[in-house]
């Protein structure tokens, strides 16, 4: 098991750390010298990292291809309020020494009770139509197999083994919550559109070590590859109507909700507008979760910048705390802070050199 993980940066800031990570991205980038550097996103099971190597870069660049494994040791800082890593020295790994389980955040809930939890809403349904169509997804062993494992996005929300799942359930619950509001909307169809609306991502998305978009993800996207699949499944259910089949259709290309988020069409019925501000509330509640999860170590209320929701987010948990008494001896102010910098100059880095390569040139191993 790795000793470093992602989530520990808030408790390592300047300090040098020596672990073990999956190449998320790889990029060979040009410094003002025209000299190249690498610039990398780090990941692990809880989170990823952006990373830059700027000396040496030519011994290594042929050495790792994104999704290596790596061995790296570098100084843990910040930019523009973010950590970073600054790379001294890296090696890629050997099979023998991974644990992939250290590399791709898995749900800590119950796999088995989300499932089940799924199958029962699907057994409430009404409409006979809807119910065959659901169970016919949910006896498909490949389709099963896949949407219990599968994260529901690369990065901006459920970004975890079992992540689609824990998000669809999420979602099939507040349905139901909200149906007893608004006697007017179809239960069966609105749940119909939470099981169906992301169960592309299957197709779309790879997880094996890091998470990726396949080929036809890349291509076509999740919302085509779950009409492809809607098309093959109802071709089993004699008799299916089609105009219930059209009204599925629009729920999985309208429920990103605008044109600018990917949606070929906005949504035009009750359902089709609540899956989609259901299934963004769920997505954004989940991604202020896991921001504050992440940074839980810090003492300040406010987050970092969270680029998916485009603001800091503020920890209203600690906000409420109950503030600690300065301690007596504590009269000195902070050490103002630095100004961070994309690319150290030739001072810092000779400074840096100064007071943290001796020991590698020493020859420490990795």
Known sequence: MKDFYICDCVRNENKIVTASFVVVSKQIKPKKSGEPYLALTLGDR?????????????????????????????????????????????????????????????????????????????????????????????ADPEIAGAYRNAPAAKTLHHAYIGGLLDHVVSLARSCDLICRNYPQINRDLLLSGAFLHD?????????????????????????????????????????????????????IISHHGQYEFGSPKLPMFPEALMLHYLDDLDSKMESMRAHFEREDGLESPWTSYNPSLGRPLLNTEKFLAPRKAPAEDSASSPLPAQDPVAEPSSSAVAEERARTLPGLERGGNL
């Open 199 to 251: 169960i592309g991502k299957i197709h779309e998305l790879t997880y094996n070590r890091s998470f990726s978009y396949s080929t036809r993800g890349q291509l076509l996207g999740h919302m085509v590859i779950e009409l492809e699949m809607l098309h093959r499944k109802i071709a089993d259910v004699p008799g299916f109507p089609d105009p219930l089949k059209t009204l599925l259709e629009h729920l």
């Open 46 to 138: 809880s989170g990823h990292l952006e990373a830059k190597m700027w000396d040496n870069v030519d011994e290594v660049l042929d050495a790792f291809e994104q999704d290596d494994f790596l061995k790296v040791k570098g100084l843990v800082n910040k930019y523009k309020n973010r950590f970073q890593l600054t790379i001294h020295k890296l090696r890629k790994l050997g099979e023998s020494e991974i644990e992939f389980d250290d590399y791709l955040p898995k749900t800590t809930k119950n796999i088995d009770e989300l499932w089940q939890a799924l199958a029962s809403f699907v057994a409430s349904f009404q409409n006979p139509y809807l119910k065959s169509l659901l169970q016919a997804f949910m």
